[in-house]
């Protein structure tokens, strides 16, 4: 890790009001609201609770399970239970026989996005975008790739290729940013009101990404 006055969250300010609104949209909602799930819609598939949980736990997966040697040599980024985090049962998210309650949910939300927050204050732009990490090869990836303006290659069918520490925190960010647009599509489709505006930013404003609306 390299420690810097000129860290990168005057790149990537939008981290530092994230979980404020994310946590609005969950604001007094029932179990049964949290719950809903619908055939109707691709994206209807994961609940709001599904949803967050899958926001809390893809920080860690890439900050402390990809990016630890290199952002946390001491092995001081505060993550004990990564297993139940990271490699649990669920579905990229976390535990849900641990991690069920929307409360345990949220904080651990917040906890990584503060250490999300604590990366980027801890390094500099120009460092982050000289790391670099070969990624996994995806489907979704030749798409998503091209929400990034640089730092990411991406090659072939299924796309892999490499991410930047840059780019990462862009991916972790754009990943936050659909998932809540997806939370506002999943209250609509009850009959809920929204309570935030969805920055215009990242994967859910690519040019074929699924925007279809209850």
């Known amino acids: 890790m390299e420690n810097t006055t000129n860290g990168a969250i005057t790149y990537f300010s939008g981290f530092e009001t994230l979980y404020d609104l994310i946590q609005s949209e969950l604001e007094g909602l029932t179990e049964e609201q949290l719950d809903y799930t619908s055939q109707d819609w691709e994206w209807a598939g994961w609940s709001i609770r599904n949803q967050v949980s899958h926001m809390a736990?893809?920080?860690?997966?890439?900050l402390v399970l990809r990016w630890g040697s290199t952002l946390f040599p001491l092995g001081d980024h505060g993550v004990e239970n990564i297993e139940e985090i990271s490699q649990s049962k669920s579905d990229r998210r976390l535990d849900d026989e641990v991690y069920w309650e929307i409360d345990d949910i949220s904080l651990m939300l917040?906890?990584?996005?503060?250490?999300?927050?604590?990366?980027?204050?801890?390094?500099?732009?120009?460092?982050?975008a000289s790391q670099k990490i070969n990624r996994d090869a995806t489907p979704q990836w030749e798409m998503m790739a091209k929400a990034h303006p640089h730092g990411v290659t991406s090659e072939g069918t299924p796309a892999k290729g490499s991410m930047t520490l840059e780019a990462t925190m862009r991916h972790i960010y754009f990943e936050e940013v659909t998932h809540l647009y997806n939370i506002q599509r999943l209250k609509k489709a009850q009959g809920l009101p929204t309570k935030t505006?969805?920055?215009?930013?990242?994967?859910?404003?690519?040019?074929?990404?699924?925007?279809?609306?209850?």
């Open 57 to 62: 736990s893809l920080i860690p997966r890439w």
């Open 110 to 128: 917040k906890k990584f996005l503060d250490l999300a927050v604590r990366v980027l204050r801890d390094n500099s732009l120009e460092f982050m």
């Open 197 to 214: 505006v969805v920055p215009s930013v990242g994967y859910w404003t690519l040019e074929g990404w699924d925007r279809s609306e209850p």
